[in-house]
């Protein structure tokens, strides 16, 4: 089912707020999948899904790696026979505002703050497209 992620059916929004774990996919330089495990935080209003982490992660290093215009990525959950699955756009953002927001999104989702990290940057991602079965 296709989703309008600026406009998301309450459900389909009540499910990026449960606290559940995702992955992310980036694509390596030989054009192969990386998936990796990734707390995800999703903001219809702005367009946005965003994910806190150090900035020599190698998710950060396949976004850097594709250019000012960014990466295409994708982020999923599952739980159970309900998956939900936001892909777009993403940039590694450094702004301490921005990586602050980022820290405190993913505080109300997952209910704990991260610990101090003087590397952390944030991944966003210009959503583009949403579905899955809620």
Known sequence: MTIDVRNPDPDYLAFWQEWQLCTLTTHRADGSPHVVPVGVT???????????TNRA???VAHIRAAGGAGAPVAVCQVDGGRWATLEGTARVVEDPAAVA????????????????????????ISLTRGMGRV
Do not use: C, F
């Open 57 to 59: 992660s190698r998710k």
């Open 42 to 52: 999703y903001d219809p209003r702005a367009g946005l899904a965003r994910i806190i």
């Open 101 to 124: 927001e980022a820290v405190r999104r993913y505080e109300e989702r997952y209910g704990r703050r991260p610990a101090p990290n003087p590397d952390r940057v944030a991944v966003e």
